[in-house]
């Protein structure tokens, strides 16, 4: 689209933004206060604070809606504050909503595809999905298509966990790891263009590299490519004492995200489909 409006433009945004400009299109970004890309139209707000948000340039844009949930509870209460600010003779004409595969929750290793029903078991899961029928309930009320990506985790060489490998957090043994999958941010980038052009009204799409691995694999394979020792292992047992739950959250569910619809619909070759194309110097 000619026109493009980025909310929620950090470092997947930002990429977003750079090939935009390179196609021609106009872009504004929004966040809470970082400085936009040069080339771009900045806007900076709060999704917890309508009051901030008047002004956006919604209206005949193609919107990619990256920002994060709220911290806490089942509700995505940014998403319906930002569709709120949004008047009548202001709409979009398309809306791509970034959500994730955890809505799918544990599927105990089985593929999950667009047909498998959500299952959210996790607080961020349930957020995610109440977001994704905020975005087509809103749509339908106001007849602006909307696509919705669930997205895997993403990484990047510059998205590693840095922190965590720095200060020697453990991970769960290789043995009793279970499958992930994930995506690199540039594939992700291109997946959300893709989806803004070619995605049909109210489509999902699995983002995937659809090479899953073990999170324990990709953080010595992040260990490796930062020069860091790779961490500690331990079992499940000790895992529940020393870490977070929401690390215990991300070793505990499992599912095989089938990513076939994405690159036939959307017309995708993934310039990274594994996770040692991805962590290539």
Known sequence: MEHLFIVGCGAVGRRIARLALEQG????TFNRGEAGLPGTRHFSGNLDDAASLQGLPT???GVIYLAPPPGGGHEESRVRTFLSAIDVGEEPAK????STSGVYGDCDGAVVSEETPPNPQTSRGKRRLHGERLFQEWGRARAVPVVVLRVTAIYAADRLPVSQLQSGQPVLRE???LPTNRVHADDLSRICLAALERGGDGELFNVSDGSPGTMTA???AAADRLG????AQVTMEQARMVMTPLMISYFSESRLV???????QLGITLLYPNLEAGLQP
Do not use: W
Not at 95 to 98: H, L, Q, T
Not at 228 to 231: K, S, V
Not at 258 to 264: A, E, I, P, S
């Open 258 to 264: 089938d990513n076939r619809k994405m690159l036939d």
């Open 218 to 220: 990709y953080f010595n």
């Open 175 to 177: 043995e009793e790891c």
């Open 228 to 231: 860091l020792p790779r961490p």
């Open 25 to 28: 299109a106009q872009v504004c």
């Open 95 to 98: 809306v791509v909503y970034i």
């Open 59 to 61: 209206r005949g844009a």
